[in-house]
Nanobody, 119 residues
Framework: QVQLVESKGGLVQAGGSLRLSCVAS????????MGWYRQAPGKQRELVAH???????EYVESVKGRFTISRDNASNTVYLQMNSLKPEDTAVYYC?????????????WGQGTQVTVSS
């Protein structure tokens, strides 16, 4: 059993910053990748940022230069530093991890945390 617990999001003004964290725990042998998706009302869930165990990172174009993903492998924690937030960043943010359990990798998800950016 693997659990992902996210920090609380919040309400922030446009131009502000917010940092999300997510800790994975449970029967974890290794984690291949961790990252964040988001889903705004009426829109499909989209990948925001992704970091591999080798620290290779990817970002969706709309957050490049504003968001930074980082990872602490020792504590199975992934962070998302969000700067220069815009109203269009408003969404529920979901943490995920590709975890090796038993004989294969499986994807696990956090419960989601609301981020609201006011104009």
């Amino acid at each position: 059993q693997v659990q992902l617990v996210e920090s609380k999001g919040g309400l922030v003004q446009a131009g502000g910053s917010l940092r999300l964290s997510c800790v994975a725990s449970g029967s974890i042998f290794s984690i291949r990748a961790m990252g964040w998706y988001r889903q705004a009302p009426g829109k499909q869930r989209e990948l925001v940022a992704h970091v591999t165990s080798g620290d290779s990172k990817e970002y969706v174009e709309s957050v490049k230069g504003r968001f930074t993903i980082s990872r602490d492998n020792a504590s199975n924690t992934v962070y998302l530093q969000m700067n220069s937030l815009k109203p269009e960043d408003t969404a529920v943010y979901y943490c995920y991890a590709e975890v090796f359990v038993f004989l294969s990798y499986s994807a696990y998800w956090g419960q989601g945390t609301q981020v609201t950016v006011s104009s």
